[in-house]
């Protein structure tokens, strides 16, 4: 049975190629480290472990200790002194490999250098540790301001209609008595209405926080639901709860300057939205509609200015030239 994560989705939501390549060519072709992606798994893992890591001046003073932070600089300087670690495990790699790689397409070739950075350019890595002081310094005070969440990575795993879904949450709050799950964001912090209102992966977000307090009533008391409210999740016959509110945090709208004169109006940190079960419906329809293209072998790229980012353009162009 299909695994359908929030990621898998995703993909099946950004373009049928991609999704091809990604999860049903029996080659399996590696796909792009793209910077991007590297400094988004930095940015989670930072917000992920932030609790753990922080200490006092005293404790993080000490070599043997776990706690590497006590304030927003050296928080900033921990995020910067990771992605130097990142930095120098990358050019280490292209060093030690770079005869293999200069041979050309040789299929060992292909896998060094899938285990290699794909830049922008020669100043991206630098421009990039630059940044996540002007970032870090202020998600440090956020962090601290709104507190621990009471669940973060909460991992889900459930069946409903015969499918299959898995993943973790990023975060769930309660605030003012509502049920806010998060989903932190990094890279363009600019949301549209259609990304707002109708992202499959906050929709199925919030599917499966009434899946896991449909299966566990301790968890549902936590965050302040009956019995009889939750016996009806799961189809039963709700999919989602629209009493839960969905949000993405744009991680890079802390690094926006309000005084550059390029900057018509700064993005809002936290996008808000809701969910029905409409929503629901919908992404089941795209999830039908990408498993008949692969069946029908119906498969093609969907091109756009998205291509640029995706991870898997190169092996898109090998696909069909």
Request: hydrophobic content about 35%.
């Amino acid at each position: 049975m299909i695994k359908w994560s929030a990621t898998r989705i995703n993909t099946a939501n950004y373009c049928r190629m991609k999704y091809y390549l990604t999860y049903a060519d029996p080659d399996k072709p590696k796909p792009l480290r793209l910077s991007a992606y590297v400094r988004g798994s930095l940015l989670h893992g930072l917000i992920e472990n932030f609790w753990d890591k922080l200490g006092t001046p005293e404790e993080v003073s000490k070599k043997t200790s776990k706690k590497k932070y006590y304030d927003a600089e050296s928080f900033a300087r921990y995020a910067q002194g990771k992605w130097s670690g990142i930095i120098f495990a990358d050019d280490s790699v292209k060093e030690k490999y770079k005869g293999y790689i200069s041979q050309g397409n040789t299929d060992e070739s292909d896998k060094i250098k899938s285990h290699l950075i794909y830049w922008k350019d020669d100043q991206e890595k630098w421009i990039i540790k630059a940044g996540l002081k002007k970032e870090c310094e202020p998600l440090f005070s956020c962090l601290i301001n709104e507190g621990r969440p009471l669940f973060s990575e909460l991992p889900f795993d459930f069946i409903l209609n015969n499918r299959r879904f898995t993943g973790r949450l990023d975060e769930v709050r309660m605030n003012n008595g509502k049920v806010k799950i998060r989903d932190y964001k990094s890279g363009n912090p600019w949301v549209g209405d259609e990304k707002r209102d109708f992202d499959p992966q906050l929709t199925m977000y919030n599917v499966s926080l009434c899946s896991l307090c449909y299966s566990d009533r301790e968890l549902a008391a936590k965050l302040g639901l009956e019995s009889s409210l939750v016996d009806k999740f799961m189809g039963n016959p709700m999919y989602i709860n629209p009493d839960f509110e969905v949000e993405f945090f744009m991680i890079d709208s802390l690094g926006i300057d309000p005084a550059n004169p390029k900057i018509r109006e700064v993005p809002p940190l936290i996008v808000g939205s809701e969910r029905r079960d409409e929503h629901f419906f919908e992404v089941i329809k795209m999830i039908e509609g990408i498993e008949e293209s692969i069946r029908t072998r119906n498969i093609y790229p969907e091109r756009g200015r998205k291509c640029d980012s995706c991870d898997m353009k190169l092996n898109c162009r090998t696909a069909l030239f």
